[in-house]
């Protein structure tokens, strides 16, 4: 089966340590995303890869850092300097960045205390 | 970042009546998609669209892109219980509304 697979689906971690959240996509997607959801409200761009062992800023990205080694790996390192970690994470994949139709894993929820 | 508007916020309604919730945007975008997200879970695309005036319908849902480019709509007709869920337009490559929890009382 296609698609594509966050890890673990919730992650609790004590304040001041840095914590990597895993995406893997076997849809053999080019462009890789990772948002942010906060409660009532919409998806937040935190980075984006259009190409393996490339990537851009998001609207967010102050306090993430990502890595693109293989196409079918994104990880997501949130860091200490994120001021407030705790959210729900999702990571998405499209063919490209045209069309923009992105196709999304299950989540993983974070808990920084 | 350029933001979207996305009304109503959330919306209550008896099983079987239609519902029509809308996005809008000060700037044009050249694609409006819509995703569905049930609780816990990532957002599922329901309809995109590519074109200006298009009008596009998947089962009981129809989509359509606004003339002007700023806006598009999107229709249930007979809603179900398992429509519950939130609902995201998104625009142009990742600008996604705060979205409409969409609430079918049986």
């Known amino acids: 089966d296609g698609g594509i697979t966050q890890s673990p689906k919730y992650l609790f971690r004590k304040e001041g340590q840095n914590v990597t959240l895993s995406c893997e996509q076997n849809?053999?997607?080019?462009?890789m995303y990772w948002y942010r959801q906060d409660p009532g409200q919409g998806l937040r761009l935190i980075y984006y890869?259009?190409?393996?062992?490339?990537?851009q800023k998001g609207d967010i990205a102050e306090g993430y850092s990502v890595s693109r080694e293989k196409k079918e790996s994104f990880p997501l390192t949130v860091t200490s300097a994120q001021k407030n970690p705790t959210a729900f994470y999702l990571c998405?994949?499209?063919?490209?960045?045209?069309?923009?139709?992105?196709?999304f894993g299950p989540g993983t929820r974070l808990t920084v205390t | 970042g350029q933001q979207l508007n996305q009304s109503p916020q959330s919306m209550f309604i008896q099983e079987g009546e239609d519902v029509s919730m809308n996005c809008t945007s000060s700037s044009i975008f050249n694609t409006w998609l819509w995703y569905k997200q049930d609780p816990g879970e990532g957002p599922v695309l329901l309809i995109a669209l590519y074109k200006a005036g298009e009008l596009t319908s998947n089962g009981r849902l129809t989509a359509q892109f606004g003339i002007t480019r700023k806006d598009s709509f999107l229709n249930i007709s007979a809603s179900i219980p398992s429509d519950v869920g939130i609902y995201f337009c998104c625009a142009g490559k990742s600008t996604f509304g705060d979205g409409t929890t969409l609430t079918v009382k049986p």
């Open positions: 998405a994949s499209s063919a490209g960045i045209l069309p923009y139709e992105q196709y």
């Open positions: 890869s259009q190409i393996v062992n490339d990537f």
């Open positions: 849809l053999n997607h080019d462009a």
